[in-house]
């Protein structure tokens, strides 16, 4: 009873058929174009044959008709017509009232021939057993009276060589397609021979080895594109390993901070019990911490998520003079309380392709990482302009200490910090970047940084003209 439950819950399955394998197909395919084409040929030299005897057979009854008729017409002797007939032919001279005038010692062996049905050209009878006569009738003029000449041809002898051939060549053919048949079979072993090679390198492919790639000289042009995308694919795999390794190493590292100090907070309270001020401040502290665990989990399950390509985005046209003057308003009370002054330079009516959740988190992101480096005194401006393309540039400039080169490279891989002896405060654990570059990639855009330093740093987006949506 459970197991009918469960089977009934589950989604329905379709019976699968076993695939067949490319040798087997290919091998079938060789053996039945080769052994069609045979076939054919075959036929058409059995028919060729058929054709020839009973062409050459006609004509020397024909003949034969034509000898005795003109014998018969100038009124010579037919003994020449006796003696030169052609082997196993038998003719008989009918006088216009049915009489035998003259025949060929052999005539009495011709049985079976309805003569009513005859005319000048061969007609085939069949006897019982394996004897059969063509036979044919033509009019003969003797005398001024008009007679029938009456040819008949044993046609037994080439029937059995007929036979003898058709067993020959269809007794080679199936011969040689059991030679086909093994043949094919060693050459598409041969020929599939690279695709096992293919199958063994790829096999040696393991986490400590994930740097493997295949050399597509070694393999048939054929090849050539199968290998090129394994070798795209281990190319894949070998840096979704190493970022994986790396966001690891660097998760445990940031775990491990706000952890370790939960801990030294919770171990104070337990071995000096604390006033109710100071427990307040522990538990506040503690409450820190866990906002700064939880955001960061949510920022990496975000990025997760965000490398998934089945992601969808709702991309609409969007204002982004609009945007950007929504974000300065946003950090304007932040930016004021640290000395740090945010303009906005975005003509109005500058479209922009995005989704308008996902484009705040950009710039929200962008604009708390440049009022954190801007310093006190120092400015932030948010701007917009058009391509010369099909594109909208949006920045984020700071006039902060600026970012190393070596930094810039880096932009976009996760927990990267540009100094890492801050531990607390920072807010993000390197993620900021990070979610910008995820989020640009899903919108087919682009990130460029431009800074140096002690000159400040502008953050630029080139993302698709909303009019062009």
């Not at 059991?178 to 492919?205: C, K, M, N, Y």
Request: glycine residues 10%; negative net charge; charged residues 25%.
């Amino acid at each position: 009873m459970s197991s009918k439950t469960a089977a009934s819950n589950g989604p329905p399955t379709r019976p699968t058929t076993p695939a067949r394998s490319i040798a087997s197909r290919l091998q079938i395919t060789i053996v039945l174009v080769i052994g069609l084409f045979v076939g054919v040929w075959t036929l058409v030299l059995d028919v060729a044959l058929v054709r020839g005897f009973d062409a050459e057979d006609a004509e020397m009854m024909r003949a034969q008709a034509e000898a005795v008729r003109s014998a018969a017409g100038r009124g010579d002797s037919i003994g020449g017509a006796l003696t030169g007939r052609a082997p196993k032919i038998e003719w008989q001279l009918l006088a216009e009232d049915g009489r035998a005038l003259a025949q060929t010692a052999g005539w009495d062996l011709v049985r079976g021939i309805d003569w009513s049905e005859t005319g000048p050209e061969p007609l085939r009878f069949e006897q019982p057993g394996e004897t059969s006569f063509d036979a044919l009738s033509a009019v003969v003029i003797m005398d001024g009276r008009s007679g029938t000449v009456r040819v008949a041809m044993d046609r037994s002898h080439e029937g059995e060589i007929i036979n003898d051939y058709r067993r020959v060549l269809w007794g080679g053919l199936l011969v040689l397609l059991l030679v086909v048949v093994q043949a094919s079979r060693v050459i598409v072993q041969r020929g599939l021979r690279p695709l096992d090679q293919i199958a063994a390198e790829v096999t040696a492919v393991a986490p400590h080895h994930m740097d493997l790639r295949l050399e597509v000289d070694r393999f048939p042009v054929e090849l050539a594109r199968l290998v090129h995308a394994l070798n795209a694919t281990l190319g894949r795999i070998d840096e979704a390993f190493g970022r994986l390794g790396r966001m690891s190493s660097d998760l445990a590292h940031e775990l491990r901070t706000p952890l370790q100090n939960m801990r030294a907070e919770v171990e104070a309270l337990v071995l000096r019990p604390p006033g109710p001020a100071e427990t307040g401040e522990t538990l506040g502290s503690l409450l820190e911490e866990l906002d700064r665990l939880g955001d960061m989990i949510e920022q990496i399950l975000f990025l997760a998520r965000a490398e998934d390509p089945r992601q969808a985005i709702d991309r609409r046209p969007l204002d982004a003079a609009a945007v950007l003057a929504g974000t300065a308003a946003f950090f304007e009370a932040v930016a004021a309380d640290v000395g740090v002054t945010i303009e906005v330079e975005a003509p109005v009516g500058i479209l922009v392709a995005a989704d308008e959740r996902l484009l705040q988190r950009v710039l929200h992101n962008l604009v708390a990482n440049a009022i954190r480096h801007a310093g006190d005194g120092g400015h932030v401006c948010l701007g917009a302009s058009l391509t010369a393309g099909d594109g909208i540039h949006l920045w984020v400039s700071d006039s902060g200490e600026g970012m190393h080169e070596s930094l810039q490279r880096r932009i976009g891989e996760r927990f990267l910090r540009d100094d890492p002896s801050r531990q607390r405060g920072t807010g993000g654990a390197g993620l900021g970047l990070a979610i910008v570059a995820s989020i640009v990639q899903l919108h087919g855009g682009e990130l460029r940084i431009d800074s140096g330093d002690g000159q400040g740093t502008r953050v630029e987006l080139l993302l698709p003209r909303g009019d062009a949506v």
